[in-house]
């Protein structure tokens, strides 16, 4: 298939062999569903849907789980605020999981076969820790169960930390429990009688638990790829890595895959700092298609430095690109009968000789090139761009693309309606400015007024104002 994958275990580009040819095994971080997802999960979500819709295009079987974090301090603190009681953190739970589905909806991420809830697996859980405590692993606290940094040796080797640097940095947080500074909670105790009862006592699961344990029960003890945000390299993949190695062995996964941040003026986008966009917000203002074309116009590990005037940008070219695949009728070309995956394997396409396999144009395969090196949007799209006049030559080829993109990258290239941005007081203000500064011939004051438009979202040259 000869795809090849950053691997960050490795620090390399790797060709990716999977454990079983034909059946490759996913496993992406999911959310803590207790607010709206913003900007940063969509790229992440998008990122690992490209890659499941590319494996999936070479003719693999890929299971892909994706866990939903439904238990954790932020869910019982929003319980508390909203409605004093902590046992009803579930519901905030369902609320912004089911938002969180919507909006990967809009952005057209296929779901994942699974989707486990933490609060749904917890015998799982308990089982994993109780292994661990069998092994020496893990010990028990006075109803809290700890994960003992020391006893697995391979520790750090993900985030290529030295153990005895860390104990430096970790000696702020002291835990009198702990027997060790570094050693992390796979079980928090509660009172009793409060969530769930296991053989030591009442309480409820760590963070990291729930990663090791979900992943065993629905792909196995061994996976091919995992991955996630970079931001969870350290801890939380590096202690996903102790307790799925410590209680099953070495090589845990064989590849894992980290995307980069989304940021605004150089910082992280991220809930805690507060400089974020959620999807919601900015699909009132943008087709979701259009995010899901500016997500993937950067390469994965790369920054993506969030601006407006970029998306502006990103717009304007998806909509072009739109209106050259608009002009031609594909439906006879037999393409739009693939299944909704859109993904035949080739030897089902030997047994098909109703219609061409994508994968026999010549166009599709040089599109296909840098996907398969390590997720190089980017590139696949400058060599899109380079041969758009040629491709308007030939019809046929142009649907072969078309179907590519619509199968392979989400982007079904269908005209996106007019601008959706709501026409605020502001927006009518400086509207009405620029008009009033085009009149008295003040072109430097109509582009500025131009460029705070953008800013707002609103572009004043595509819009027809009625
Ligand atoms: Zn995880």
Request: proline fraction near 5%; aromatic fraction near 10%.
């Amino acid at each position: 298939m000869n795809l090849k994958i950053y691997n960050t275990l490795t620090r390399k580009k790797e060709a990716f062999i999977p454990i079983k040819p034909d059946e490759i095994k996913l496993y992406v971080c999911g959310i803590t569903p207790y607010d709206y997802a913003h900007l940063g999960h969509g790229r992440v979500y998008v990122i690992f849907d490209l890659l499941y819709r590319l494996l999936k295009f070479m003719g693999k079987q890929v299971k892909y789980v994706r866990n939903f974090t439904d238990i954790d301090d932020k869910l019982i603190k929003k319980a508390v605020e909203q409605f004093n009681d902590e046992s009803r953190y579930q519901e905030i739970a369902n609320q912004f999981i089911a938002a969180y589905l919507e909006d990967m909806a809009q952005l057209n991420c296929l779901n994942p076969d699974e989707q486990p809830k933490v609060t749904e697996n917890i015998p799982e859980i308990i089982d994993f820790i109780q292994g661990l405590i069998d092994k020496g692993n893990a010990y028990i606290a006075n109803g809290d169960v700890y994960y003992a940094v020391r006893s697995f040796s391979d520790y750090g080797k993900l985030s290529k930390r030295d153990i005895d640097d860390l104990q430096s940095v970790e000696r702020v947080q002291l835990n009198e429990l702990k027997e060790d500074p570094l050693d992390f909670a796979l079980w928090k105790s509660t009172k009793e009688g409060t969530f769930w009862q296991a053989p030591w006592g009442w309480g409820r699961p760590g963070w990291h638990i729930e990663c090791s344990a979900l992943a065993r029960k629905f792909l196995g003890d061994h996976i091919d790829i995992h991955a996630g945000g970079m931001d969870l390299i350290f801890p939380h993949h590096e202690n996903e890595i102790a307790q799925s190695e410590g209680l099953l062995g070495p090589n845990f996964a064989n590849y894992w895959m980290h995307n980069a941040f989304i940021q605004i003026n150089k910082e992280k986008m991220s809930k805690s700092l507060g400089n974020f966009f959620t999807l919601r917000q900015i699909f009132e203002q943008y087709d979701p298609m259009v995010i899901r074309f500016y997500l993937l116009s950067q390469k994965y590990d790369n920054p993506l430095e969030f601006t407006f005037k970029d998306l502006q940008d990103a717009k304007k070219t998806y909509r072009r690109l739109c209106n050259v695949f608009a002009e031609v009728d594909c439906d006879h070309y037999g393409f739009s009968k693939l299944p909704v995956m859109g993904v035949r394997s080739s030897r089902e396409a030997k047994t098909d000789s109703g219609t061409k396999d994508l994968i026999e144009y010549p166009l599709i395969q040089k599109l296909l090139e840098p996907l398969l090196d390590d997720l190089n949007t980017p590139k696949m799209l400058s060599v899109l761009h380079d041969n758009i006049s040629l491709l308007q030559e030939s019809p046929e080829e142009l649907c072969a693309v078309k179907e590519f993109m619509t199968v392979v990258l989400g982007l079904p290239l269908e005209l996106i309606p007019e601008e959706k941005v709501a026409i605020t007081p502001e927006i009518a203000k400086l509207i009405k400015e620029r008009e009033n500064a085009r009149t008295q011939k003040d072109w430097a004051r109509a582009d500025a007024i131009r460029d705070e438009l953008a800013a707002l979202g609103f572009d004043d040259k595509d819009t027809k104002i009625s």
